[in-house]
């Protein structure tokens, strides 16, 4: 039968915890004690991945695998735990990965003291850069939250990151949105103003999908029509054009027929003044 808890221990682990005990060898029950076992089962419920599987290991094995264990095989093991934790730590931010690069670099005690509270400056430092970067790409209402937020604590500056930029920027959206109806100083033409009116009346998510991509898709089709529109006006003007010329040859014709009429008739209407 195979036993398993909650916590995804399976196995003849399993037994110890459902149990609610500890099954000991019996061959090996009074050179074990209970309270080893037992602090070792804590350690596998409450360390890191390293811990968990030393610990399971110790417990599922011999009375030395177990005395191994407590005498260099947990520090060990949190030592790995503590390294990865410190890895995971340093992928946060530049002041983050600069302080745990120094602790990895030191001793286990360095690395320990890093992952316990060692980060925590060097996290500010990183929280203060992120909100000077959320500030410089931001719109009105944004800058102005990011500043108070800089101006304020470091608990003021993780609720900006937090909450505070995304409210920020839902108010920044929709003034910008706004901007693009017909008659706004961002207007290109009727699709824009269409879409716009839709993202307005939409979500948030709907209004952020306008404002990074949606915007320019109907600016595209608002191009498109005006450049259609521009041909049509351009044939129109050159239509217009050429039905002048084309009156303007006509009419030079004409004077050239009337002039033609006159030369003729010019030697006899000569001689007729000649004559008298």
Do not use: C
């Not at 110890?16 to 076992?37: E, F, H, N, Q």
């Not at 944004?142 to 101006?151: P, W």
């Not at 009156?247 to 007729?272: F, G, M, S, T, V």
């Amino acid at each position: 039968m195979r036993w398993r808890t909650g916590s995804g221990i399976h196995g003849p682990l399993a037994v110890l915890l459902v149990i609610g005990g500890l099954s000991l060898p019996a061959t090996a029950a009074a050179a074990d004690p209970v309270a080893d076992r037992s602090q070792i089962l804590q350690q596998l419920l409450t360390g890191g991945p390293s811990v968990a599987r030393a610990a399971e290991v110790a417990l599922l094995g011999s009375d030395a695998e177990v005395a191994a264990y407590l005498a260099d095989g947990h520090a060990r093991a949190e030592e790995q735990d503590n390294r990865e934790r410190a890895q995971a730590l340093a992928s946060t931010g530049p002041a983050v990965r600069a302080a745990a690069d120094r602790a990895l670099a030191g001793t286990p005690a360095d690395v320990r003291a890093f992952v316990t509270s060692g980060w925590e400056t060097a996290w500010a430092t990183d929280e203060r850069l992120r909100v000077v970067q959320t500030m410089a790409v931001g719109g009105t209402t944004t800058r102005a939250t990011a500043q108070q937020a800089l101006n304020g604590t470091s608990q003021q500056q993780a609720e900006f990151l937090a909450v505070g930029r995304y409210e920020s920027r839902r108010v920044d959206d929709r003034l910008l949105a706004a901007k693009m109806l017909t008659g706004g100083s961002l207007g290109s033409g009727p699709n824009l103003n269409t879409a716009a009116q839709q993202a307005l009346a939409g979500t948030p998510e709907d209004l952020r999908e306008f404002i990074a991509t949606g915007q320019f898709l109907a600016r595209a089709r608002d191009q498109e029509l005006t450049s259609v529109s521009r041909l049509s006006d351009l044939a129109k003007e050159a239509g217009a054009t050429a039905a002048l010329e084309t009156q303007a040859a006509k009419d030079a014709a004409d004077r050239a027929l009337r002039a033609a009429e006159l030369a003729k008739k010019a030697p006899a209407r000569a001689a007729a003044e000649t004559a008298a």
